[in-house]
C-alpha cells in the first residue's frame, strides 16, 4: 500500500502539472459551449442596419458597386464573394466572416459584424478538436482524468482519505449525475 | 530521481503515440456537377465521388462538421467527419466528396409530424406542422413520389480565386 501511495502521489503531482494548461483550456472552453443557446462564444457579433442608394442588382457594374458598398458600410476592402440567395436579396461576404445582406429593392441593409473573442476563440477551437494531432493529446489528457480520478483514493490516509471525508465527498460526486438520470 | 526519471518517460511515451494515416480509395472518372443544377444531375451520381464548387455559406457553429455551399440558384450541405476551417466562410470552393441523397416522403412527414407535436413552444410547434403541411402539399403538386434531398461526404477541397 505504501508504494501504490508514493506512486499515486508521484503521478497525480506530475500529470496534473503537464496537463494544467489544458484543464484551464478545456474548462473555459467547457463553460462557454455549454452556453452556445445564450451567446456565440467565438465571436462578439454587432449588427447594424442601413440604407443605400448604390445599385446591387446584378449588371455590368456590379463587382464595382459592391465594392463601393463595402467601403462606405464596413470600412474595408477586404470582400471575398457574394451571391443572391433570392432574386432581390444579396449576400456579400467579408474577411473573418462578417456579411453584409442587401435587399436590391429598396436598399435596406444589415451587417453582421463578427469580431474573435480572444482567449475562448482559440480555446473552443481546440476543445472542438481540430485535427487527428490533437485528438491523440486530449484523449492522454482524457485518459490522465481519470488517472487523477483513481490515484485520489490513494493518495490521503486517515480521516481526510478515502475511508473518511475524502469517501463522502467520493459519493455525493457520484450520486449527483445518477440523481440527474434518474429525473431527468 | 529516480522516480522523476521514470515519470518522464511515462509522460514522454504517452505523448509520442501516433495516429496511423487513413488512406483514400483512388477515385475514377470524378463527375464535376454544377450546385445550380444539382437536382438535374445528381440523380445519375449518387453514392460517387463528385466535384462541386460553391461559396460556403456558413460553417455549422456547433459542432463545425458541416458547410452550407451555396450559388444564385442552389444550396446543398456539406458533411465531414472533422471540423471545417470557419474562415471558409464566404470563399469559392471546389468540394470533393460522395453525393448522397436522402429520400423525402409520406413516411418523413409522419416523423416530422411526430416529432413537431413533441414541441413544447406552441409557436414552433404550430410552424413545424405548417411546413410539413405545406411540404406534403408541394410534394402531391409535383406529382412524384418523393423528394431527394442531396448532400455531400467531404473528401477534400480547394479553395479558387
New interface residues.
Given amino acids: 500500500m505504501k508504494q501504490i501511495r508514493?506512486w499515486s502521489r508521484?503521478?497525480h503531482r506530475?500529470?496534473g502539472f503537464?496537463f494544467i494548461g489544458t484543464s484551464i483550456i478545456f474548462g473555459l472552453s467547457g463553460i462557454a459551449l455549454n452556453h452556445?443557446a445564450d451567446w456565440?462564444p467565438?465571436y462578439s457579433v454587432e449588427n447594424k442596419q442601413f440604407k443605400t442608394d448604390i445599385e446591387l442588382r446584378k449588371n455590368i457594374t456590379t463587382d464595382q458597386n459592391i465594392r463601393a458598398l463595402v467601403n462606405s458600410i464596413a470600412d474595408t476592402d477586404d470582400m471575398?464573394?457574394y451571391?443572391?440567395?433570392e432574386g432581390n436579396r444579396i449576400?456579400i461576404?467579408?474577411?473573418g466572416?462578417s456579411?453584409i445582406i442587401v435587399n436590391t429593392d429598396n436598399g435596406m441593409g444589415r451587417i453582421e459584424l463578427l469580431k474573435r473573442r480572444p482567449l475562448f476563440y482559440q480555446s473552443n477551437f481546440l476543445h472542438?478538436?481540430?485535427?487527428?494531432?490533437w485528438?491523440?493529446?486530449s484523449d492522454?489528457f482524457s485518459?490522465s482524468l481519470i488517472l487523477f480520478a483513481l490515484t485520489s483514493f490513494f493518495m490521503v490516509k486517515g480521516k481526510r482519505g478515502v475511508w473518511g471525508s475524502g469517501g463522502i465527498y467520493t459519493l455525493i460526486g457520484i450520486i449527483i449525475p445518477i440523481l440527474f438520470l434518474i429525473f431527468s | 530521481m529516480k522516480n522523476r526519471i521514470q515519470t518522464s518517460v511515462m509522460i514522454a511515451s504517452i505523448l509520442l503515440l501516433i495516429s496511423c494515416g487513413s488512406e483514400k480509395a483512388p477515385v475514377s472518372e470524378m463527375a464535376t456537377i454544377s450546385l445550380d443544377l444539382l437536382q438535374e444531375e445528381a440523380p445519375k451520381h449518387v453514392n460517387q465521388t463528385i466535384k462541386i464548387s460553391g461559396i460556403a455559406d456558413h460553417v455549422c457553429k456547433h459542432g463545425g462538421k458541416k458547410i452550407l455551399l451555396v450559388s444564385n440558384e442552389n444550396n446543398v450541405h456539406v458533411f465531414s467527419k472533422e471540423r471545417f476551417d470557419e474562415n471558409l466562410v464566404g470563399q469559392e470552393l471546389i468540394i470533393t466528396g460522395i453525393l448522397g441523397e436522402n429520400i423525402i416522403d409520406e413516411s418523413t412527414f409522419q416523423k416530422w409530424e411526430e416529432d413537431a407535436n413533441t414541441i413544447e413552444d406552441h409557436a414552433s410547434k404550430i410552424s413545424s406542422l405548417e411546413y410539413v403541411t405545406v411540404m406534403r402539399d408541394s410534394l402531391k403538386a409535383s406529382g412524384k413520389d418523393y423528394f431527394s434531398d442531396y448532400y455531400v461526404d467531404y473528401i477534400s477541397h480547394q479553395i479558387t480565386e
Fill in positions: 508514493k508521484i503521478l506530475d500529470f503537464l452556445l456565440n467565438n471575398r464573394k451571391y443572391y440567395p449576400k461576404f467579408l474577411k466572416g456579411s472542438y478538436n481540430p485535427n487527428r494531432w485528438t491523440w493529446f492522454a485518459a
